[in-house]
């Protein structure tokens, strides 16, 4: 089992920042892929980005592509996510996820989820 907890959200204005951070315990050892996904009220929960453990390649949605970051500290069994040039459309609640080798950027490719951590970008 994997215990994962999301920090950081709030509230910022738009074209602001905010970083997000992921703490995760528990049996990690398992763990190839982490990311984010989010999910506005009324609308389906959506990808955002992801990074493998081992390698760091990154992967992310077309939407935050240039303006997001995802990083991780392997030695502290931490996740980030840099955001920048916030837009309105980004407000939603930010769920941290992890994957084993079968993981997939999809909302049924990830096997732990965190309890989510709310972003509101005002305008």
């Known amino acids: 089992q994997v215990q994962l907890v999301e920090s950081g959200g709030g509230l910022v204005q738009a074209g602001g920042s905010l970083r997000l951070s992921c703490a995760a315990s528990?049996?990690?050892?398992?763990?190839?892929?982490m990311g984010w996904f989010r999910q506005a009220p009324g609308k389906e929960r959506e990808f955002v980005a992801a990074i493998r453990w081992i390698g760091g390649n990154t992967y992310y949605a077309d939407s935050v592509k240039g303006r997001f970051a995802i990083s991780k500290d392997n030695a502290k069994n931490t996740l980030y996510l840099q955001m920048n040039s916030l837009k309105p459309e980004d407000t939603a609640v930010y769920y941290c996820t992890s994957g084993g080798d079968d993981w997939s950027p999809t909302p049924y490719g990830m096997d732990y989820w965190g309890k989510g951590t709310l972003v509101t970008v005002s305008s």
């Open positions: 528990g049996r990690t050892f398992s763990t190839t892929a």
